[in-house]
């Protein structure tokens, strides 16, 4: 049978409400008597009713997670954060997807109300698109992640710049001069932040970068594609010998039409991708080296951030841009391991 908070109290000598007290860190008592009632809980194996707890304190100790990212590539990492930050306090997380449809994210946001969540987190794939306008107006405390918000909201996302400015020099401290940048489409922001932070790095080493920034797909058909561009036929007298590629689709597919041509990587150019997606850098021949955003992290703050809003701590709006660190493989030449941002 489930030990109950009658048990716990009967073990330890005291009443029902002054076991309550001692376990939820309430009350006055003398210390000997909070420690004796905390040692029977453990002794027991007693854990709170969670239905009992919520109605006591006005909670349903749950967070719902609402994302539009429905391949998982970024929400899962900050799931996990999230879940992690939350289960330190004895919460739990409900996941919903909406798919970019409205209808759909009203639809989820009224079932994680009707189940009377704390507090939501909004994620998204792009940190220049806002959740559609339902979701921001909810009521709910609300955290945003990997998405804008309104100026007065909370949000955090990773590092961009930051990540950019590491790959860079990376390449610069190993000898590179000539480095290109392939990136996704113009019209994200991300792609326009690592993009001049890239060029920023490169003008503080006196360096100038190889020809202009080629924007497109974020695809490893974009990478094959230009890879046979720069390095193609008559082409590769004047190639660059390092390119940072502005995600770990396309630096594969860099990588596979170089190979096709026969271009040694790392031996004749260096490459370096962005995201650290495992399924696509470990994979890749040579392994990748890329920038992991640091997204398990990054959900964790946005949790711990979440929860003191919830009770009723003070949280500065704002953005939090959280650190990103390059993890080395073999496909730039070196033989270190992981470079902190």
Known sequence: MRVTIRD????????VTTASRALNGEGRMAPETRARVQEA?????????????????????????????TYGRFTLPVASGLSSAAVDRGVSVLLASY??????????????????????VLAGKRIDRAPH????????PTVHVMSACDEDGIAFVPDDAG??????QHLLD??????????????????????????????????????????GAWSEQHGFDIARLLFGRNQAACAPDAIFCGNDQIARGMIDGLTHLGVSVPGDVAIVGFDNW?????????PLTTIDMGL?????????????????????????????QLVIRQSCGADKTVIAA
């Open 8 to 15: 716990v109290a009967l073990r330890s000598g005291v009443s």
């Open 41 to 69: 809980a453990k002794a027991l194996s007693y854990r709170p009713n969670s239905i009992a707890q919520g109605l006591v304190r006005k909670r349903s100790f749950t967070l719902g997670l609402l994302t539009n990212d």
């Open 99 to 120: 798919q970019d449809d409205p209808e759909l994210a009203r639809i989820n946001l009224q079932a994680l109300e009707d189940r009377q969540v704390d507090g939501l």
């Open 133 to 140: 306008e339902s979701l921001r107006k909810s009521g709910i």
């Open 163 to 168: 990540g950019a400015r590491i790959a860079t």
């Open 174 to 215: 190993l000898g590179r001069r000539s480095i290109a940048h392939v990136t996704g489409p113009a019209a994200f922001a991300a792609a326009c932040i690592r993009a001049e932070s890239y060029a920023r790095t490169l003008a503080d080493n006196d360096a100038t970068p190889w020809g202009d920034v080629i924007f």
């Open 278 to 286: 495992e399924i696509f850098a470990a994979a890749t021949r040579p």
């Open 296 to 324: 398990v992290e990054l959900g964790r703050q946005a949790g711990l951030c979440l929860l003191d809003l919830i009770e009723g701590r003070e949280v500065p709006p704002g953005l939090t841009h959280t650190p990103s």
